[in-house]
């Protein structure tokens, strides 16, 4: 069993940045991979970044390339989402989510999930 919580959302300038973060408890947090997605109004919730257990792997959609990181720290049990060059666009609730499936993009794949933090992002 994984718990998180997420932290860090808030409202910023188009251009601004922001650092998510995600703490897990549980034991095993180090053995999943671990996802992050948002959801705006009236829109299906979508995958935004994903990193392995052991930090090898990372992966981002189209629309977030070159602007947001994933990063984990196993020892602290948290998982980041650094996120640059913001837009309008990328108003949403942010979610973590927790995975042993790797590099899924979908969120049917995670089997647990933060209650979500929101980000607003301002024109």
């Known amino acids: 069993q994984v718990q998180l919580v997420e932290s860090g959302g808030g409202l910023v300038q188009a251009g601004g940045s922001l650092r998510l973060s995600c703490a897990a408890s549980?034991?095993?947090?180090?053995?999943?991979?671990m996802g992050w997605f948002r959801q705006a109004p009236g829109k299906e919730r979508e995958f935004v970044a994903a990193i392995s257990w052991n930090r090898r792997s990372t992966y981002y959609t189209d629309s977030v390339k070159g602007r947001f990181t994933v990063s984990r720290d196993n020892a602290e049990n948290t998982v980041y989402l650094q996120m640059n060059s913001l837009k309008p666009e990328d108003t949403a609730v942010y979610f973590c989510?927790?995975?042993?499936?790797?590099?899924?993009?979908?969120?049917?794949?995670?089997?647990?999930w933060g209650q979500g933090t929101q980000v607003t992002v301002s024109s």
């Open positions: 989510a927790a995975t042993s499936r790797g590099g899924s993009y979908s969120p049917r794949d995670y089997n647990y």
């Open positions: 549980g034991h095993t947090f180090s053995t999943y991979t």
